[in-house]
């Protein structure tokens, strides 16, 4: 049996040493030659594998510090040479004035300094790659910087430095000044030397080369600029011109951030242009003359002015100053406004009701200047015209507010405030208004519509939300439309309504509560004439047939009360007979007659023909009169003055439209406009007219003269007297304790929606009221003593 041969144990052998022939001198010999070579741009023809190995064994046999060292200093010499050879000899002469010279040879350096950089960057790039096993051992371990990082800090060292670093900046500075003189340059030379200086970091924070040097040159460049181009501007530019600029300014360096400039320099450099071009020169620019903010309103200059607000909103002192302008713009214009409607308060005109003046009637004698009774009224006409320039400027602005300045909410606050101030500085504001709404709410209103006279009362609306004396208001507004609803004025119910509950919108229910009565009380009496009428059906009826309007008289305006006259007898039977129908439908009440208020229709025989005139209720007792004297028989201003019992100033006001108007029905002897007691009147049987139908119109006061509105304004102190106290009684009652100051805060709050109350006049009431209850709690105590010591 052969025997099995045992397997031989293998043996294991030491792993074989390293090359260690091979000096670390000569192995640095071969990879820094290699090196060189890179630099040369000769790295196709080297072996990637090879010169990783050398690098390789010199690190691993301890000659790491030999190998970083000697690759920094190929490093920096081939940097020395870069900058010998290519920048350097690219730096400008300096000596031409010329801009196009100037920027080419601006570009020429920054572009060298680009190739450079670029050169630079793809050598360390490759030396990065060898060098690899150096990073990873030996510079962490002696904490050095990495082959790439110190190739960043011998490029700073040897490249940023003076001179270079002087005239890069300084071709960076001539460059953008260029620009901003209006010449083109080579943006992308400029964008790539500001990239090479921002990957250059000066200190361990991050602080860049561009940080350091280029942009505090540049902001210091732009401050010195923009200091003289804004003085510049303000005086070679008018105000359009100078927004225009500024804002190409503010664009131009909003573009040279975005494209070339470093996006942080945007913001301090945007301050320098806000702080020279807009802050130093705002009050400049809008006082401009002829062409700063109000000649801009004025010509409507929409664009012109969305940029001046545009450009104001970028600085904080910008919107107040604006807000400051447009207020004392609208004060101005309001002013002359107020200032135009100045007339003469005892201005008198005939009331034509919708008549056309009669130029035939208007003429001159001598030097004396004869105004047509039968004209527009002149007080009229300027209450209507200032309105109407008022809601035009209103109109004005509310455009501007929307188109140009964005509808913001402060400008419209401080236009709104200079609105109310110019309106309130008229006291006539109150009575204008109304009157406006009494001319768009009548009868006889030619080539405007429903819809358009709407349209003007609810921008009215917006005028009469500037008035503080809304209680003056109420006065002329009630009184104006007791007329309308006594005369059958009204261009429409619908109309009147719809004007009453815009006021109930603006200042509530208790505004319009006896204006709504006097709506109520137009139904009623239309119903107890329906009624009146089948009562006629049954019982004997007058011969003149009547027409009555029952009023509350506490929600009409009574002013007319004491306008009473001697009614002829036919007038009278009427009259006696729907008061006996009335009373016996209502006890307790009692009826006044108010003629003042009332119109006949009568129809007249003149020699030609017979004409149907409509007059005033006093014009048909003055012309009963003169139903039964002879043509050539006269009746004098006293026998007329004692037969009527007209009122004095009645009786002229009637006798100058029958006498003295456009239709002269009545002869005064002798010939004049104005009507004295020395006067006497006939009937005119001449009188001659193609129409059958005429109104008489009455003169009338359209307007307040000093007397009526110093008679008004009484009666509107006394009732602010009375509401004040009332609302003080009903404060006190409800908060039992107040100290004084929180009740005339809370009293003025209160009264606010009617009238501005003064401190002063509140004060008074308060110290009445207090005199007054004390008084009365005395004359309480002294009754109780009495009535104490008589039940003893």
């Given at each position: 049996?052969?025997?099995?041969?045992?397997?031989?144990?293998?043996?294991?052998?030491?792993?074989?040493?390293?090359?260690?022939?091979?000096?670390?001198?000569?192995?640095?010999?071969?990879?820094?030659?290699?090196?060189?070579?890179?630099?040369?741009?000769?790295?196709?023809?080297?072996?990637?594998?090879?010169?990783?190995?050398?690098?390789?064994?010199?690190?691993?046999?301890?000659?790491?510090?030999?190998?970083?060292?000697?690759?920094?200093?190929?490093?920096?010499?081939?940097?020395?040479?870069?900058?010998?050879?290519?920048?350097?000899?690219?730096?400008?002469?300096?000596?031409?004035?010329?801009?196009?010279?100037?920027?080419?040879?601006?570009?020429?350096?920054?572009?060298?300094?680009?190739?450079?950089?670029?050169?630079?960057?793809?050598?360390?790039?490759?030396?990065?790659?060898?060098?690899?096993?150096?990073?990873?051992?030996?510079?962490?371990?002696?904490?050095?910087?990495?082959?790439?990082?110190?190739?960043?800090?011998?490029?700073?060292?040897?490249?940023?430095?003076?001179?270079?670093?002087?005239?890069?900046?300084?071709?960076?500075?001539?460059?953008?000044?260029?620009?901003?003189?209006?010449?083109?340059?080579?943006?992308?030379?400029?964008?790539?030397?500001?990239?090479?200086?921002?990957?250059?970091?000066?200190?361990?924070?991050?602080?860049?080369?561009?940080?350091?040097?280029?942009?505090?040159?540049?902001?210091?460049?732009?401050?010195?600029?923009?200091?003289?181009?804004?003085?510049?501007?303000?005086?070679?530019?008018?105000?359009?011109?100078?927004?225009?600029?500024?804002?190409?300014?503010?664009?131009?360096?909003?573009?040279?951030?975005?494209?070339?400039?470093?996006?942080?320099?945007?913001?301090?450099?945007?301050?320098?242009?806000?702080?020279?071009?807009?802050?130093?020169?705002?009050?400049?620019?809008?006082?401009?003359?002829?062409?700063?903010?109000?000649?801009?309103?004025?010509?409507?200059?929409?664009?012109?002015?969305?940029?001046?607000?545009?450009?104001?909103?970028?600085?904080?002192?910008?919107?107040?100053?604006?807000?400051?302008?447009?207020?004392?713009?609208?004060?101005?214009?309001?002013?002359?406004?107020?200032?135009?409607?100045?007339?003469?308060?005892?201005?008198?005109?005939?009331?034509?009701?919708?008549?056309?003046?009669?130029?035939?009637?208007?003429?001159?004698?001598?030097?004396?200047?004869?105004?047509?009774?039968?004209?527009?009224?002149?007080?009229?006409?300027?209450?209507?015209?200032?309105?109407?320039?008022?809601?035009?400027?209103?109109?004005?602005?509310?455009?501007?507010?929307?188109?140009?300045?964005?509808?913001?909410?402060?400008?419209?606050?401080?236009?709104?405030?200079?609105?109310?101030?110019?309106?309130?500085?008229?006291?006539?504001?109150?009575?204008?208004?109304?009157?406006?709404?009494?001319?768009?709410?009548?009868?006889?209103?030619?080539g405007k519509t429903d819809i358009e006279v709407d349209l003007v009362l609810d921008k009215t609306i917006t005028v009469f939300r500037f008035i503080t004396e809304k209680d003056a208001f109420e006065r002329y507004y009630k009184n104006h439309l007791a007329k309308r609803l006594l005369l059958g004025r009204s261009v429409s119910d619908d109309a009147e309504r719809g004007m009453l509950a815009k006021l109930k919108v603006e200042c509530g229910y208790q505004f319009t509560q006896k204006l709504e009565g006097m709506f109520n009380d137009m139904k009623i009496s239309s119903e107890t004439m329906q009624a009146y009428r089948k009562y006629l059906e049954n019982t004997p009826p007058p011969?003149?047939?009547?027409?009555?309007?029952?009023?509350?008289?506490?929600?009409?305006?009574?002013?007319?009360?004491?306008?009473?006259?001697?009614m002829p007898d036919l007038l009278t039977k009427s009259c006696k007979s729907f008061e006996q129908f009335y009373l016996s439908r209502h006890s307790g009440r009692r009826l006044t007659w108010q003629p003042s208020l009332g119109n006949a229709d009568i129809r007249v025989q003149f020699k030609a023909r017979k004409h149907d005139l409509n007059v005033s209720t006093f014009a048909l007792v003055i012309l009963l009169l003169f139903e039964n004297i002879p043509d050539d028989e006269f009746l004098t201003y006293e026998e007329l003055k004692t037969a009527t019992s007209i009122p004095e100033l009645e009786l002229q006001r009637h006798l100058q439209s029958l006498a003295c108007a456009k239709?002269?029905?009545?002869?005064?002897?002798?010939?004049?406009?104005?009507?004295?007691?020395?006067?006497?009147?006939?009937?005119?049987?001449?009188?001659?007219?193609?129409?059958?139908?005429?109104?008489?119109?009455?003169?009338?006061?359209?307007?307040?003269?000093?007397?009526?509105?110093?008679?008004?304004?009484?009666?509107?102190?006394?009732?602010?007297?009375?509401?004040?106290?009332?609302?003080?009684?009903?404060?006190?009652?409800?908060?039992?304790?107040?100290?004084?100051?929180?009740?005339?805060?809370?009293?003025?709050?209160?009264?606010?929606?009617?009238?501005?109350?003064?401190?002063?006049?509140?004060?008074?009431?308060?110290?009445?009221?207090?005199?007054?209850?004390?008084?009365?709690?005395?004359?309480?105590?002294?009754?109780?003593?009495?009535?104490?010591?008589?039940?003893?």
């Amino acid at each position: 049996m052969a025997a099995t041969r045992r397997s031989a144990k293998p043996k294991i052998k030491p792993p074989r040493k390293h090359e260690s022939e091979v000096s670390p001198e000569e192995t640095w010999s071969r990879l820094s030659k290699n090196i060189r070579e890179i630099h040369n741009h000769n790295a196709s023809t080297l072996s990637f594998e090879e010169n990783y190995r050398y690098a390789y064994n010199m690190v691993l046999y301890k000659s790491g510090s030999m190998l970083y060292k000697g690759v920094c200093q190929l490093v920096a010499e081939n940097v020395d040479r870069l900058a010998e050879e290519k920048i350097i000899p690219a730096f400008p002469s300096g000596g031409n004035n010329d801009p196009m010279q100037q920027s080419q040879e601006g570009e020429h350096l920054l572009k060298a300094l680009r190739r450079v950089w670029d050169d630079h960057t793809g050598n360390m790039s490759k030396l990065r790659d060898i060098l690899k096993y150096m990073d990873r051992v030996y510079t962490k371990s002696n904490e050095v910087p990495e082959i790439w990082d110190a190739g960043l800090d011998l490029f700073l060292k040897h490249i940023i430095r003076p001179p270079i670093q002087d005239h890069v900046v300084s071709a960076v500075l001539s460059l953008i000044q260029i620009e901003r003189d209006g010449y083109v340059i080579s943006r992308s030379a400029v964008k790539e030397c500001v990239d090479v200086l921002l990957q250059l970091a000066v200190d361990h924070d991050g602080k860049t080369v561009y940080k350091r040097d280029v942009e505090p040159a540049v902001l210091r460049a732009s401050e010195a600029f923009y200091k003289a181009e804004a003085q510049r501007l303000v005086t070679t530019c008018d105000a359009p011109e100078y927004l225009r600029r500024v804002e190409a300014r503010f664009d131009s360096e909003k573009s040279r951030t975005h494209h070339y400039l470093y996006s942080q320099t945007g913001a301090p450099l945007r301050k320098i242009l806000e702080q020279y071009l807009l802050t130093q020169n705002l009050s400049s620019v809008i006082d401009m003359p002829n062409s700063g903010l109000d000649a801009m309103i004025d010509l409507d200059n929409v664009d012109d002015l969305n940029r001046l607000y545009r450009l104001f909103m970028m600085v904080p002192t910008g919107l107040p100053t604006l807000r400051r302008a447009l207020k004392d713009s609208v004060l101005r214009r309001g002013k002359e406004i107020n200032q135009g409607s100045v007339t003469s308060d005892n201005v008198e005109d005939v009331d034509m009701e919708g008549e056309k003046p009669d130029a035939s009637t208007i003429g001159i004698k001598g030097k004396t200047k004869v105004r047509s009774l039968g004209g527009a009224p002149q007080a009229l006409t300027l209450a209507l015209k200032w309105v109407q320039v008022v809601l035009d400027l209103k109109d004005k602005f509310d455009q501007l507010w929307k188109r140009a300045f964005d509808s913001n909410r402060e400008i419209e606050s401080s236009l709104n405030e200079a609105f109310e101030d110019f309106i309130n500085l008229n006291e006539k504001a109150p009575e204008f208004i109304s009157l406006f709404i009494d001319e768009n709410l009548k009868k006889g209103l030619k080539g405007k519509t429903d819809i358009e006279v709407d349209l003007v009362l609810d921008k009215t609306i917006t005028v009469f939300r500037f008035i503080t004396e809304k209680d003056a208001f109420e006065r002329y507004y009630k009184n104006h439309l007791a007329k309308r609803l006594l005369l059958g004025r009204s261009v429409s119910d619908d109309a009147e309504r719809g004007m009453l509950a815009k006021l109930k919108v603006e200042c509530g229910y208790q505004f319009t509560q006896k204006l709504e009565g006097m709506f109520n009380d137009m139904k009623i009496s239309s119903e107890t004439m329906q009624a009146y009428r089948k009562y006629l059906e049954n019982t004997p009826p007058p011969e003149l047939e009547i027409s009555v309007t029952v009023m509350t008289s506490t929600f009409w305006p009574m002013s007319h009360s004491g306008s009473s006259c001697a009614m002829p007898d036919l007038l009278t039977k009427s009259c006696k007979s729907f008061e006996q129908f009335y009373l016996s439908r209502h006890s307790g009440r009692r009826l006044t007659w108010q003629p003042s208020l009332g119109n006949a229709d009568i129809r007249v025989q003149f020699k030609a023909r017979k004409h149907d005139l409509n007059v005033s209720t006093f014009a048909l007792v003055i012309l009963l009169l003169f139903e039964n004297i002879p043509d050539d028989e006269f009746l004098t201003y006293e026998e007329l003055k004692t037969a009527t019992s007209i009122p004095e100033l009645e009786l002229q006001r009637h006798l100058q439209s029958l006498a003295c108007a456009k239709y002269k029905i009545l002869k005064k002897h002798p010939p004049g406009r104005d009507v004295d007691p020395s006067d006497s009147f006939s009937f005119n049987n001449d009188f001659t007219c193609p129409m059958q139908k005429i109104k008489i119109s009455t003169v009338s006061a359209k307007v307040e003269n000093t007397d009526e509105r110093k008679e008004t304004r009484g009666r509107i102190d006394e009732e602010r007297h009375h509401q004040t106290e009332a609302c003080i009684v009903r404060i006190m009652k409800d908060r039992k304790k107040m100290t004084h100051n929180d009740l005339i805060n809370e009293v003025t709050r209160q009264l606010a929606a009617r009238f501005q109350p003064n401190p002063q006049n509140l004060k008074k009431r308060i110290e009445g009221l207090i005199d007054n209850i004390w008084s009365a709690a005395r004359i309480v105590n002294h009754i109780a003593m009495w009535y104490a010591a008589q039940s003893q």
